[in-house]
């Protein structure tokens, strides 16, 4: 039976015409936006309340929440807990190749600690996605890489704020033949083999605001950890400064026909421990990922069927699908770790910090590590570089700020930043003359990522509006000081054979937004707020 009101409205409804059953036009929830600390990163700091602002004239109840570095990156990857992260991505030389950029969008990176926290889904890109990693003639891959990004970006899973200028310093004065990477700058895995002393101090001392997020490798999802873990964990290839593939633990690689890729190691190489490096240990390290939970390499190992034992020295991948990547990137990315070690771990994920192992049979070998404070390697006499290499250890300063950085290469209490400087810097660093101060084009991105799980941020006209209201023009003008790029997609300019130059860029024009959610059924109630 109807109450009174209930009736009443029921009547007032047929008397009006309208449908019996009315939906109300509710508010949009509260976005809160992750951002780092100003202390860490003003420009990423800055930037969020500049968005902020930009999307409450929109109508959006909007929250900035800097966040301590290595609690945002748990929230972002691990636990996919937030509605909007200001993130960004390093231009590694190994991602110059459009692999780890285009897999930072595929489905099957979305799965908690892979490199797809957002959740973008589309089937026509995974697929492919898939294709252009299967497709070894250049120019046909090329176009497959064009058409990617012209998929993702009228779906706006995300927004790349910028790429930065990597502008860094070095003291001329106690090191000489510091070549530059792209995307790298001074804190490569190169520099350290190649740095020649100019004092009787050979070694040599970096700078920068943040520490390894851990030195798990398997469990490190940051740039930090992996600079500074891939010098004394070795790989099978390494990617030189020119960015081509050298053979490295791999005296030699073979492929055997386009599914069947076959290494064989150097003679002689030991771990830290002194064991012999094997066939063995290879195949353990690539296995031992494919079967964890561990996600920050998927990317890589898509293609990888499995991996068997010739003999002592030869180790043979299967691929399941042919890999144009596989050589050159794969095997200069996965470290091999030490079998005997690790093939005790149950719960590598689980380890305690003091736990951890840190044995490998790289160029340097792990001396000390006290979080957010120092970290130090020492050369490794036994490696088969070592004769190369002009410093005797490597150290590693952890300073509060860039701030702080900057006024340690200043007085030369370290010799390089790991860290670009800041805007308001640079001119100060120039003026010095005891440093040089080198500036590359940086090919990886600051980002904006929505989680597409989240109510509202579902909606691709929802994602395209907030995109459009972004100014991100004004970022790259006022907060980086013009050095820097407006981003235009996840494969930069600067990397201009992948690049798509003709995808949608999402101008910015506020009228434009609003018009776009009027569009799409969103109101705004009386006092402004957006609804629908």
């Known amino acids: 039976m109807l109450d009174i009101a209930t009736a009443g409205r029921l009547a007032l ?24 600390t100003e202390a860490y990163d003003p420009i990423r700091y800055e930037g969020a309340y500049i968005i902020a602002d930009a999307w409450r004239e929109l109508g ?10 290595s609690t ?48 973008y889904e589309n089937a026509e890109y995974d697929r492919l996605f898939e294709q252009q990693s299967r497709e070894f003639d250049q120019a046909k891959r090329q176009e497959i890489v064009h058409r990617l990004q012209e998929i993702a970006a009228p779906d706006a899973p995300l927004v790349v704020l910028f790429q930065r200028d990597e502008v860094v310093a070095y003291n001329n004065k106690t090191f000489e033949n510091m070549n530059a990477m792209p995307g790298e700058a001074l804190y490569s895995e190169w520099v350290p083999m190649q740095a020649k002393p100019l004092t009787e101090r050979k070694t040599l001392r970096y700078g920068g605001p943040q520490s390894p997020d851990n030195i798990n490798p398997m469990l490190a999802n940051t740039v930090w950890a992996w600079k500074w873990m891939r010098l004394y964990y070795d790989r099978l290839v390494r990617l030189t400064p020119e960015v081509e593939a050298q053979n490295w633990m791999a005296e030699s690689i073979t492929s055997v026909d386009e599914t069947t890729i076959e290494v064989k190691l150097r003679e002689g190489l030991t771990f830290h421990d002194g064991e012999p490096v094997t066939a ?22 898509t293609a990888l069927d499995t991996v068997e034992v010739i003999d002592p020295l030869t180790v043979r991948f299967n691929l399941s699908e042919p890999s144009a990547p596989f050589t050159s990137i794969t095997l200069s990315q996965i470290s091999i770790l030490p079998k005997h070690i690790w ?4 719960n590598p994920m689980e380890l305690a910090p003091a736990d951890i192992p840190t044995v490998g049979s790289g160029p340097f070998k792990f001396n000390q590590y006290s979080p957010g404070e120092f970290m130090k390697l020492d050369k490794n006499p036994d490696h088969f570089h070592a004769d190369e290499i002009a410093v005797d250890a490597i150290e590693f300063q952890i300073f509060a700020d860039s701030e702080g ?5 200043q007085t030369g209490q370290i010799d390089v930043t790991a860290w670009r400087m800041e805007a308001g810097q640079i001119p100060l660093a120039e003026e010095n003359t005891d440093l040089n101060v080198v500036s590359v084009p940086d090919f990886g991105y600051y980002h904006l ?62 009228e434009a937004a609003r018009a776009a959610l009027e569009a799409a059924g969103y109101t705004w109630s009386d006092d402004g707020k957006l609804q629908k």
């Open 72 to 119: 945002l990156l748990n929230k972002f990857y691990d636990q996919q807990d937030f509605s909007v992260v200001i993130a960004g991505w390093s231009g590694r030389v190994a991602r110059l190749d459009p692999q780890f950029f285009l897999g930072t969008l595929y489905s099957e990176n979305a799965v908690m600690g892979a490199n797809n926290p957002g959740g």
């Open 60 to 69: 959006l109840d909007v929250t900035v929440s800097p966040t301590e570095f």
């Open 343 to 346: 093939e005790k771990i149950e």
């Open 449 to 510: 990522t929505y989680n597409l799980r989240e109510p509202h941020f579902d909606d691709v006209e929802f994602r395209r509006a907030l995109t459009q209201a972004v100014d991100r023009e004004r970022i790259v003008n006022v907060l980086l000081d013009g050095r820097g790029e407006v981003g235009s997609g996840v494969i930069a300019p600067v990397n201009s054979f992948w690049h798509n130059p003709f995808t949608e860029r999402f101008e910015h024009d506020p």
């Open 280 to 301: 063995e240990d290879v195949k353990f390290s690539f296995d031992y990922l494919v079967g964890s939970d561990y996600g920050y390499f998927n990317s890589y190992l």
């Open 405 to 409: 950085v900057f006024t340690a290469i």
């Open 13 to 36: 409804c047929l008397t009006l015409g309208s449908p019996v059953i009315a939906h109300a036009q509710q508010a949009v929830p509260p976005i809160e936006i992750l951002t780092t």
